[in-house]
């Protein structure tokens, strides 16, 4: 199993709509998420970090942890086609807090 | 100019080749890594460096070394290239305070023939 799995997509909503991307971790004493995004053939970049339970808005992102059930997701609302690109999921688990382990990516289409 | 800068930014080489990548840094971060990115595998972390003295293997280190010249510098070699280390490489930065910021460089894409 691998440690941090995402549905690779591509996930295809039209202009306006939300998205809604999801990811699993497999340890339980992982301790901070993010989200990368990623332009095709450019380099990943920071979008959202999320440490505690909970909702995390910043902008038309919204980050959502469950430890319990081990999952984290990023909404985007009123999806642009400017946002089609790979979101990657980052872990930072408790021993190894300068190490980020890395999704797969799931590809996002805006349709205009 | 960018923050994170790699060098080359294509590359084509034969089996067998030694090859070096290099990464240079102008945002004054200790802590550099090297990342491999294949399709459908994501991002791997194949070793990191905390300062100049400090060198560590990740998840996939072998048949690459590393050398950290400099604070604002850190090259990634393969001795000897093989087909399957065909990738997008990267080099990334991070702040000692932060715990999830990396700096990406903009790639280094590698092709062994």
């Known amino acids: 199993q691998k440690e941090v799995e995402q549905n690779s997509g591509p996930l295809s909503v039209p202009e306006g709509a939300i998205a809604s991307l999801n990811c699993t971790y497999s340890d339980r004493v992982s301790q901070s998420f993010f989200w990368y995004r990623q332009y095709s053939g450019k380099s990943p970049e920071l979008i959202m970090s999320i440490y505690s339970n909970g909702d995390k808005e910043d902008g038309r992102f919204t980050a959502q942890l469950n430890k319990a059930s081990q999952y984290v997701s990023l909404l985007i609302r009123d999806s642009q086609p400017s946002d089609s690109a790979t979101y990657l999921c980052?872990?930072?688990?408790?021993?190894?807090?300068?190490?980020?382990?890395f999704g797969s990516g799931t590809r996002l289409l805006v349709r205009p | 100019d960018a923050d994170v800068t790699q060098t080359p930014r294509n590359r084509i080489t034969k089996t067998g080749k030694r090859i070096m990548l290099e990464c240079s840094q102008t945002?004054?971060?200790?802590?550099m890594y090297w990342y491999r990115q294949d399709p459908g595998l994501g991002l791997r972390l194949i070793y990191y460096?905390?300062?100049?003295?400090?060198?560590n293997k990740g998840e996939i280190s072998d048949g690459y070394s590393v050398s950290r010249q400099a604070q604002a510098k850190f090259s990634l070699s393969l001795e000897s290239a093989i087909p399957n280390q065909t990738a997008l490489y990267f080099c990334a930065t991070s702040d000692p305070s932060s715990t999830g910021e990396l700096f990406f460089g903009e790639g280094s894409r590698l092709t062994v023939l």
């Open positions: 945002k004054g971060h200790d802590r």
């Open positions: 980052a872990v930072n688990q408790l021993d190894s807090s300068y190490k980020l382990i």
């Open positions: 460096s905390f300062d100049v003295k400090d060198i």
